[in-house]
Structure formats: C-alpha cells, structure tokens
C-alpha cells in the first residue's frame, strides 16, 4: 500500500512539475494562471476584472537584463493595470512594452514578466481576444518578443500562437498552443 502511494505522489509532483502548456524553447504566451497552462477562461460576466501574465516559458538561459513584446487585444476590455515582477526601466504602453532590468531577474520554466489586470465589459459583444508579437523598434524582429539575456545576448522568442488569438476571455477556446519556429526546427530533423 505505502508503494502505490509512493508511485501516485511522485506522477502527481512530476505532473505538477511539467505544467506548462507550451512545450517550445524561450516562448513568450498569455495565461490566466503563473503556472502557463491556463489560456481560456469562461464565464467572465460583464464589469468583471481578469488576471493575465505574460509569461516566458521554457528559458534557455538563466537570467534576463530585459525584453520587448507587444500585446493587443480585440474586443470589448481593457487593460487596468500592470504589476511587474521586479523593478523595470521605461515599460511603454501594453502594445510597446521594452523594458530593462537594473539587476538580473532569474527566470523559472514559467518566468511572469508582467501581470495585467483586465476589465471585461460587455458579454453581449463577445468574446476578447489577445496576441502577442515583436515591438517598434524591435532589436531583432517586429513580429516576435526579444529577451535580453544577464549575458548581454539578444534571443528572438518564439510565440505560444503564431496564427489566432494567444488568449481568450469568454471565447471558444480554439487557440492552439503551436508556433511555427519551433515546429519548423522538428520538421528540419526529417529532412535530407
């Protein structure tokens, strides 16, 4: 008996440990929760405030100077506010956000880089959209987040969704966690 209770404890801290939706390397996403495997959330009834993270996950490298990524919604809510996780340097609006760090800021499989606070107003105008791209000016590419790494080395982040929506608030809930860089670095091992 004290076995099988061994087995169920350690699939459960290994499934808890592995949470992460989306598997990709240095991949910057939106989710509902600090873990990043929430991307839907229902229910949100009219004048109601939603919490989102902008989360790096999968990090290749230790610690972060600073990033740029970009975040637009479609549909009827608003960004209230926005808590960083540490002490950043020109922030920018939600759509342009380039920040820098005085000092290194550690990062987890699941870095929170910032968390907004969303106010959803009218249901009957449907569901909320958010996407995630590159910012202007970007120092690698407009269409995808940049990190700065503690080591002064620019990395271009991959997306949780590339096509669609990354989030959604009272949606159908068909984002899809996938992003073309990464699926195109598997498909690169098959061909000759």
């Not at 509902?32 to 999968?58: P, Q």
């Not at 340097?89 to 606070?117: D, R």
Request: net charge negative.
């Amino acid at each position: 008996m004290k076995t099988i209770f061994a087995i169920i404890m350690v699939m459960f801290v290994a499934t808890s440990a592995s949470a992460v939706i989306d598997s990709g390397e240095n991949s910057v996403g939106l989710y509902f929760d600090e873990s990043a495997d929430i991307y839907c959330v229902g229910g949100v009834a009219a004048y109601d405030y939603v919490t989102m993270y902008l989360i790096l996950a999968n990090p290749s490298f230790d610690s972060l100077y600073g990033w740029e990524c970009g975040i637009d919604l479609v549909g009827d809510a608003m960004v209230i506010s926005r808590q960083f996780y540490t002490l950043v340097c020109f922030p920018g609006p939600p759509n342009n956000m380039i920040i820098g760090y005085g000092t290194p800021y550690p990062t987890t499989i699941a870095t929170p880089l910032v968390a907004l606070e969303i106010l959803y107003m009218d249901p009957d105008l449907g569901s909320v959209d958010f996407y995630v791209h590159g910012t202007t000016p970007s120092s690698i590419n407009p269409d995808y987040p940049t990190m700065l790494t503690s080591d002064g080395e620019l990395i271009m982040s991959g997306i949780s969704v590339v096509e669609g929506p990354a989030a959604q608030i009272n949606g159908d809930c068909t984002v899809v966690a996938t992003d073309r860089i990464s699926f195109d670095s598997v498909k690169s091992l098959y061909r000759n």
